[in-house]
């Protein structure tokens, strides 16, 4: 089993930025790594996701304001968030796909996007 710990929510005004965290227990060398988030009311929905080589790909509605990057050596995620909007808010999961049969998720970091 893999542990992931979110960190870096809070609330920001629109136009703002945040950087979300995603430490995990062990090295983060498998296949794809992904945000998702959750806001109200609303289903989970898929972010931003990268792989192994650090390709990454982005929903429409972040594309050209989140950057999602990882670092290996700590053992992190991350998501660079800016211009945020109030559509922006959201409980910011990290996912971890280690292999074809193991899927790991965080607990989760609330963002709120408010004036």
């Known amino acids: 089993q893999v542990q992931l710990v979110e960190s870096g929510g809070g609330v920001v005004q629109p136009g703002g930025s945040l950087r979300l965290s995603c430490v995990a227990s062990?090295?983060?060398?498998?296949?794809?790594m992904t945000w998702y988030r959750q806001g109200p009311g609303k289903q989970r929905e898929y972010v931003a996701g990268?792989?192994?080589?650090?390709?990454?790909i982005y929903d429409p509605s972040v594309k050209g304001r989140f950057t999602i990057s990882r670092d290996n050596a700590e053992n992190t995620l991350y998501l660079q968030m800016n211009d945020l909007k109030p559509e922006d808010t959201a409980v910011y999961y990290c996912?971890?796909?280690?292999?074809?049969?193991?899927?790991?998720w965080g607990q989760g970091t609330q963002v709120t996007v408010s004036s």
């Open positions: 990268i792989i192994s080589s650090g390709s990454a």
């Open positions: 996912n971890y796909q280690r292999t074809t049969r193991e899927l790991y």
């Open positions: 062990e090295s983060i060398d498998g296949i794809y």
